[in-house]
């Protein structure tokens, strides 16, 4: 693994200011730093992109084709909306892993429906920053089929 591309959806542009009672204080800017130095460390390069817009996204996805060798996904609401991105992700065949900061199996019902899940590689979600470094790692070992998530 040379490569990991982080693509963070709606409202993470907000981050640190959108209750930060649930997500933290922490930047976007933070985030994708740590997310950086990690990979630095684990000897991969990490590229990290927001958009608000759906098909930025999918765009994106595409364009991680034989340019990267793995994709760290939160889709943000489009995770339980976008057909589109989940089929971006099975389209593309590049190793992909949902994450998501607080823990989306025990908030409101919608968000217990993910699309992109059913074609993820794998799954982290409730360990905030920490679900980012934990995807990384995932991708780096070739892990699939991964479920992480803090015990209810």
Known sequence: MKSILILNG???????????????????????AKCIEYGKRRGVRVECRQSNH?????DWIHDAMGN???????AGGYTHTSIALMDAVSGTGTPTIEVHL???QAREEFRRVSFIARVATGVISGHGAESYT???????????????????
Not at 54 to 58: A, Q, S
Not at 68 to 74: E, M, T
């Open 54 to 58: 759906e098909g930025t996204l999918i």
């Open 10 to 32: 709606p409202n993470m542009n907000i981050l640190g200011i959108r209750d930060p009672g649930l997500y933290g204080t922490g930047s976007l800017e933070d985030l994708e």
């Open 102 to 104: 607080t823990d989306v």
């Open 68 to 74: 990267f060798d793995g994709i760290v996904l939160n």
């Open 134 to 152: 934990k995807a990384i790692d995932l991708l780096i070992n070739g892990e699939t089929n991964a479920l992480d998530r803090p015990a209810v």
